[in-house]
T-cell receptor
Framework: GIQVEQSPPDLILQEGANSTLRCNFS?????LQWFHQNPWGQLINLFY???GTKQNGRLSATTVATERYSLLYISSSQTTDSGVYFC????????????FGQGTELSVKP | DVKVTQSSRYLVKRTGEKVFLECVQD?????MFWYRQDPGLGLRLIYF???????EKGDIPEGYSVSREKKERFSLILESASTSQTSMYLC?????????FGQGTRLTVV
């Protein structure tokens, strides 16, 4: 089955720094989502990005489907950005079951 | 915005109890999912449902059952709770392969 790998596994930043998180996937996909898991455990939708680039405030994401990777950019990081970031791809013949990467744990220090 | 609501954020149950975790979505989505999340193991699919009264086993269905009597509600049942089922449980619904998650239920079995 499809494999999803994220890097780096963890990241420590000073407030105000920029960062790039990477998601590689082993097979072609028609969809990809980025999530932020907050300290209370909820997965918050960041981007639904099967291809191309999207921006939402200080966050942006780019997926290059032909090269099987996606990038999440966080600019001018804030302490509230801390948490775990997941990318996930759906499996179409299993009702859209998501295959998750292992996550990147981000810690932003004041 | 889509809202997925799980009945409890924290739950403590005794070994052997029958436990019900409830999940309700408000957007008429056909697909609903139950995942559990454990340190080092990531998110794993327990069951999913693609319509009322329809269910499919995920990757780790043992010790669990589900019920979907109405489209908006998907229940996860632990027939006889065990300490190995102490975990974070996440419910999701999806439309067009875009998933939305509830706030999560942190279950402790003692």
């Amino acid at each position: 089955g499809i494999q999803v790998e994220q890097s780096p596994p963890d990241l420590i930043l000073q407030e105000g720094a920029n960062s790039t998180l990477r998601c590689n996937f082993s097979d072609s996909v028609n969809n990809l989502q980025w999530f932020h898991q907050n300290p209370w455990g909820q997965l918050i939708n960041l981007f639904y990005i099967p291809s191309g680039t999207k921006q939402n405030g200080r966050l942006s994401a780019t997926t290059v489907a032909t090269e099987r990777y996606s990038l999440l950019y966080i600019s001018s990081s804030q302490t509230t950005d801390s948490g775990v970031y997941f990318c996930a791809v759906p499996i179409y013949n299993q009702g859209g079951k998501l295959i998750f990467g292992q996550g990147t744990e981000l810690s932003v220090k004041p | 915005d889509v809202k997925v609501t799980q009945s409890s954020r924290y739950l403590v149950k005794r070994t052997g109890e029958k436990v019900f975790l409830e999940c309700v979505q408000d957007m008429d989505h056909e697909n609903m999912f139950w995942y559990r999340q454990d340190p080092g193991l990531g998110l794993r699919l327990i069951y999913f449902s693609y319509d009322v009264k329809m269910k499919e086993k995920g990757d780790i269905p043992e010790g669990y059952s589900v019920s979907r009597e109405k489209k908006e509600r998907f229940s996860l049942i632990l027939e006889s709770a065990s300490t190995s089922q102490t975990s974070m449980y996440l419910c999701a619904s999806s439309l067009n392969r875009k998933a939305f998650f509830g706030q999560g239920t942190r279950l402790t079995v003692v």
